[in-house]
């Protein structure tokens, strides 16, 4: 596996996503994204799973109109329900390896 890590930075988020440095702060705030590197906020430098988290939540906010605490449930849910979904994949991946091998035995 590589250990590659694709980030951004604070300004080239809020260029390239068009959001204010204000939206991203209340995101980390309420805990729904955090950035991996910088102790100041102009420093701030997240990964690329944390930018699919934190556009989602933007989005949700202004489509649904609803505040940053509900927002952050309804991401914390998400990222619980993918989660899920990976471990059911990989299990059943699993048991379709298992199922193989002893149907080779027959």
């Given at each position: ?10 300004q080239e ?60 449930i309804v991401?914390?849910?998400?990222k619980q ?26």
């Amino acid at each position: 596996m590589s250990d590659i890590m694709l980030k951004v930075s604070l300004q080239e988020l809020c260029v390239q996503e068009g959001i204010t440095e204000t939206m991203v702060i209340e995101v980390v705030e309420h805990g729904i994204a955090e950035p991996f590197a910088g102790q100041d906020v102009n420093d701030w430098m997240f990964e690329l799973n944390s930018v699919h988290w934190m556009k989602k939540a933007i989005r949700l906010y202004h489509d649904l109109d609803i505040d940053w605490v509900s927002i952050a449930i309804v991401i914390d849910l998400l990222k619980q329900k993918d989660l899920l979904l990976r471990e059911n994949a990989r299990l059943r991946n699993q048991l379709d390896r298992f199922v193989s091998d002893v149907a080779d035995l027959h």
